[in-house]
């Protein structure tokens, strides 16, 4: 996925089944990683772009996120765009939807307290190690060792999408240029692809996304300017 990723795993479970899940997760990673990259050219998403693979022939996983895509493309007016780029690419709900998937496989095999982190996309259940809730640290966007905010919770996916690492690389899809206004933007919510999706449209959209923001009543967020102003949800769940 050309990042880093964490697993932490907070339960009391004999080191042989904590080693498994976590290969589990890595090898699930892994295996996204090499169906939906945009990079390697024998993946399914450049197959399907270069018409080598016709849709109804890819995998079932394939076919779900490009429809969820095509719905995100509705609720976003146009803003969180799978062809934004020309070709196809999904990246922008692929990482936190299958960071999610890990995260729901882990709960279900009863790792009901862990935190995965897949560059800054986070998907924490139950308690850390401490027996607190997780806290999860939105990095500043001007300072890579520092945080800009802190947020804490036993069950939240907090989706960043950023302009600090690789620049103005997503694209406003109406005018074809890259998005400007926005320097970062957070969501919040319980879907960590959906909050991946939202946040990648809000830098899409630049200012005007921290009105529609607003208007979603189930998520929180939290937004820097490249004017350097922070913003956020009332509700948001700072740590104190």
């Given at each position: 996925?050309?990042?880093?990723?964490?697993?932490?795993?907070?339960?009391?479970?004999?080191?042989?089944?904590?080693?498994?899940?976590?290969?589990d997760v890595f090898a699930w990673l892994r295996?996204?990683?090499?169906?939906f990259s945009t990079y390697r050219a024998d993946?399914?998403?450049?197959?399907?772009?270069?018409?080598?693979?016709?849709?109804?022939?890819?995998?079932?996983?394939?076919?779900?996120?490009?429809?969820?895509?095509?719905?995100?493309?509705?609720?976003?007016?146009?803003?969180?765009?799978?062809?934004?780029?020309?070709?196809?690419?999904?990246?922008?709900?692929?990482?936190?939807?299958?960071?999610?998937?890990?995260?729901?496989?882990?709960?279900?095999?009863g790792a009901a307290n862990h935190c995965l982190?897949?560059?800054?996309?986070?998907?924490?259940?139950?308690?850390?190690?401490?027996?607190?809730?997780?806290?999860?640290?939105?990095?500043?966007?001007?300072?890579?060792?520092?945080?800009?905010?802190?947020?804490?919770?036993?069950?939240?996916?907090?989706?960043?999408?950023?302009?600090?690492?690789?620049?103005?690389?997503?694209?406003?899809?109406?005018?074809?240029?890259?998005?400007?206004?926005?320097?970062?933007?957070?969501?919040?919510?319980?879907?960590?692809?959906?909050?991946?999706?939202?946040?990648?449209?809000?830098?899409?959209?630049?200012?005007?996304?921290?009105?529609?923001?607003?208007?979603?009543?189930?998520?929180?967020?939290?937004?820097?300017?490249?004017?350097?102003?922070?913003?956020?949800?009332?509700?948001?769940?700072?740590?104190?």
């Open positions: 996925m050309g990042t880093a990723i964490s697993l932490d795993l907070a339960d009391d479970l004999p080191a042989a089944a904590l080693a498994g899940l976590a290969g295996e996204v990683d090499a169906r993946s399914e998403v450049c197959r399907v772009d270069r018409g080598e693979l016709p849709l109804a022939g890819a995998g079932a996983d394939l076919r779900a996120v490009l429809e969820r895509c095509a719905d995100l493309w509705q609720v976003t007016d146009g803003f969180f765009d799978a062809y934004a780029t020309g070709r196809l690419d999904p990246s922008g709900y692929v990482k936190g939807w299958a960071v999610q998937v890990a995260s729901d496989r882990l709960v279900a095999a982190n897949a560059g800054g996309d986070v998907r924490v259940r139950g308690h850390s190690p401490t027996g607190q809730p997780w806290r999860i640290g939105v990095r500043h966007p001007w300072d890579a060792m520092a945080t800009c905010l802190v947020l804490t919770g036993t069950d939240l996916a907090v989706a960043t999408s950023g302009v600090y690492e690789r620049g103005h690389h997503v694209l406003d899809p109406r005018r074809g240029v890259p998005a400007r206004g926005l320097r970062s933007v957070t969501v919040v919510g319980s879907d960590l692809g959906l909050a991946d999706a939202y946040a990648t449209a809000a830098v899409a959209m630049g200012p005007a996304g921290i009105g529609w923001l607003d208007g979603l009543s189930d998520h929180q967020h939290a937004v820097v300017t490249d004017d350097a102003r922070l913003l956020h949800s009332t509700a948001l769940p700072l740590a104190g």
